[in-house]
């Protein structure tokens, strides 16, 4: 016959192998969580209903990788950075620290303002919201004013801080890269 103690203490044993499952699956599904929402190419076909124009190449001057600095709020050490363009729209692809992971979004910018923005792949774990439309309908339309900030406020979303501001900021990299772009 099985003691209580025994029982007790296997109990014991039981719920903290619980408990750590629970912790492994948790931290595991933070490490690697990626959503692919729609891949790059893929954005790019529907963008240009299948016919993508070929990459081009834009060399960041020194002024204008300053300037990126700025807008991300920490350093920019990239020098050349692919688009696509067709007439006075460009399209860019670009990434922006959320938290810990990048966010892979899509902005198409036409006439100077951001036409459609797309969060392509997101890697956290928290703030995934500011892929649908409801958050990413409010950079429709907006540009840049003279100090380059938007010209209109992006209103957040709450347990989001982190991605909200990387799309605010992506956003304001794309609009001020399409105006680098167009006046070459």
Same mark, same amino acid.
Request: charged letters at 25%; hydrophobic letters at 45%; proline letters at 2%.
């Given at each position: 016959?099985?003691?209580?103690?025994?029982? /007790?203490?296997? !109990?014991?044993?039981?719920?903290?192998?619980?408990?750590?499952?629970? =912790?492994?699956?948790?931290?595991?599904?933070?490490?690697?969580?990626?959503?692919?929402?729609? &891949? +790059?190419?893929?954005?790019?076909? /529907?963008?240009?209903?299948?016919?993508? +124009? @070929?990459?081009?190449?834009?060399?960041?001057?020194? /002024?204008?990788?300053?300037?990126?600095? %700025?807008? =991300?709020?920490?350093?920019?050490?990239?020098?050349?950075?692919?688009?696509?363009?067709?007439?006075?729209?460009?399209?860019?692809? @670009?990434?922006?620290? !959320? %938290?810990?992971? +990048?966010? &892979?979004?899509? $902005?198409?910018?036409?006439?100077?303002?951001?036409?459609?923005?797309?969060? $392509?792949?997101?890697?956290?774990?928290? !703030?995934?919201?500011?892929?649908?439309?409801?958050? &990413? *309908?409010?950079?429709?339309?907006?540009? @840049?004013?003279?100090?380059?900030?938007?010209?209109?406020?992006? *209103?957040?979303?709450?347990?989001?801080?982190?991605?909200?501001?990387?799309? %605010?900021?992506?956003?304001? =990299?794309? @609009?001020?890269?399409?105006?680098?772009?167009?006046?070459?």
């Amino acid at each position: 016959m099985v003691s209580q103690r025994a029982l /007790e203490t296997a !109990g014991k044993y039981i719920f903290a192998l619980v408990v750590l499952a629970g =912790l492994i699956a948790a931290t595991s599904s933070r490490v690697s969580a990626q959503e692919i929402y729609q &891949t +790059p190419r893929d954005f790019l076909n /529907e963008t240009f209903d299948g016919n993508i +124009p @070929l990459a081009r190449s834009f060399v960041i001057s020194e /002024e204008t990788r300053d300037e990126a600095a %700025r807008i =991300l709020r920490h350093g920019y050490g990239v020098e050349k950075i692919n688009f696509w363009s067709e007439g006075e729209r460009s399209v860019w692809i @670009l990434e922006e620290i !959320g %938290r810990y992971r +990048p966010i &892979t979004v899509g $902005l198409i910018v036409s006439k100077g303002e951001i036409e459609d923005i797309r969060v $392509l792949i997101f890697r956290e774990s928290h !703030g995934w919201e500011v892929r649908h439309a409801f958050f &990413t *309908d409010q950079f429709k339309g907006l540009r @840049l004013d003279a100090e380059n900030e938007l010209t209109a406020s992006v *209103d957040g979303i709450s347990g989001a801080t982190l991605s909200v501001n990387a799309l %605010r900021a992506l956003a304001r =990299l794309a @609009l001020y890269f399409d105006v680098q772009v167009q006046g070459e």
